[in-house]
C-alpha cells in the first residue's frame, strides 16, 4: 500500500534521514517511536510533501512517486489520497467545527456546502463531538481541539492518515480516549501511520513498531516483537531507559 525507499534528507552538512526502508500494509496502523531528535516528524512530514528530502521512492497505491522532485502533480496525487493529524491541531481559530471540518471537503473534494456538512456532521459523531458543531476551537479544550483535527481526517476519506504527536499535549485520560479513537479507525480499516513519544499509548494502538535513532531505522516489527522480544541493543536500550524513567510503565 505504502513503501518507502532509500529515502534521504540533510540540513546542510548533517545527514537528518539516512537511507530509509519500509512499508505500510493496507488497514495496518505503524507507530514511529524513538528518542527526541531521531528525525520521527521529520520522515512523517516528508511523506506528505511538508518537508523536501535530497532522494526517496514512494510506491502509494501502485505509483512510483520521485520524493525528491517537488512535481505539482504527485504533491496533489499524495495529499488527495491522504491527511495529516498536527501535533499543534491546526484549527481555523475564527471558524467554528463543523467549518473546519466541512472546509477540506468543499476545497479538496469538492462535494456542494450541503454534502461537505453532512459528511462533516458523521465524521464529528465518530469522535464524540457531534453535540459542539457551532463551538469555535479557542472554546474547546486541548482534548476536543484534537478530536475536531481527526474528524477533518477521517472526513476526507484519506487511504492513509499521518498523525504527528497527536497525544503530545494531553493529560492520561484524554491519551485514552484518543486512542480508543485510533483503534476504532483502525478496526474500520483505516490505515495509519502515527509519530508518537507516549510508549503506552504506542503498545494500544500500534500493529507494527519502527523504531528509530539518530536518523536510521534500527528495527521493524509487531508490538509484542518489539516491547518484549527485541533484537537491537539500541531497541532494548531505549525501552529500558523508558522503564527506569517512568517507574509506572512495565514493558
Known amino acids: 500500500m505504502l513503501q518507502i525507499n532509500n529515502l534521504n534528507k540533510s540540513y546542510g552538512n548533517k545527514h537528518i534521514l539516512k537511507n530509509l526502508n519500509f512499508n505500510i500494509l493496507k488497514n495496518e496502523t505503524n507507530v514511529i517511536i524513538g528518542p527526541s531528535g531521531s528525525g520521527k516528524t521529520t520522515l512523517l512530514r516528508s511523506l506528505n510533501y511538508l518537508e523536501r528530502v535530497d532522494s526517496g521512492i514512494m510506491h502509494f497505491n501502485k505509483k512510483n512517486i520521485d ?44 462535494l456542494n456546502k450541503q454534502q461537505a456538512y453532512d459528511e462533516a456532521k458523521k465524521a464529528l459523531d465518530k469522535v464524540g463531538m457531534k453535540d459542539h458543531l457551532d463551538a469555535y476551537p479557542m472554546s474547546l ?29 494531553l493529560d492520561p485520560k484524554r491519551v485514552s480516549y484518543v486512542a480508543a479513537i485510533i483503534k476504532d479507525l483502525s478496526a474500520n480499516s483505516i490505515t495509519m501511520l502515527i509519530v508518537t513519544h507516549e510508549i503506552d499509548f504506542a503498545k494500544k494502538v500500534a500493529d507494527k513498531i ?42
Open 67 to 110: 520524493l525528491g522532485q517537488y512535481n505539482k502533480a504527485d504533491i496533489s496525487y499524495v495529499r488527495s489520497k491522504s491527511a495529516f493529524v498536527f501535533q499543534n491541531f491546526n484549527l481555523f481559530l475564527n471558524k467554528k467545527v463543523i467549518d473546519n471540518v466541512a472546509l477540506g471537503l468543499i476545497l479538496n473534494k469538492k
Open 141 to 169: 479544550s486541548g482534548g476536543q481541539q484534537q478530536r475536531v483535527a481527526i474528524a477533518r481526517a477521517i472526513a476526507l476519506k484519506p487511504d492513509v492518515i499521518f498523525f504527528d504527536e497527536p497525544t503530545s499535549a
Open 210 to 251: 519502527i523504531f528509530m535513532e539518530d536518523g536510521e531505522i534500527v528495527e521493524t516489527g509487531t508490538t509484542e516483537q518489539i516491547f518484549y522480544e527485541a533484537k537491537e541493543i539500541k531497541t532494548r536500550q531505549f525501552l529500558s531507559h523508558i522503564y527506569y524513567a517512568n517507574s509506572d510503565y512495565v514493558i
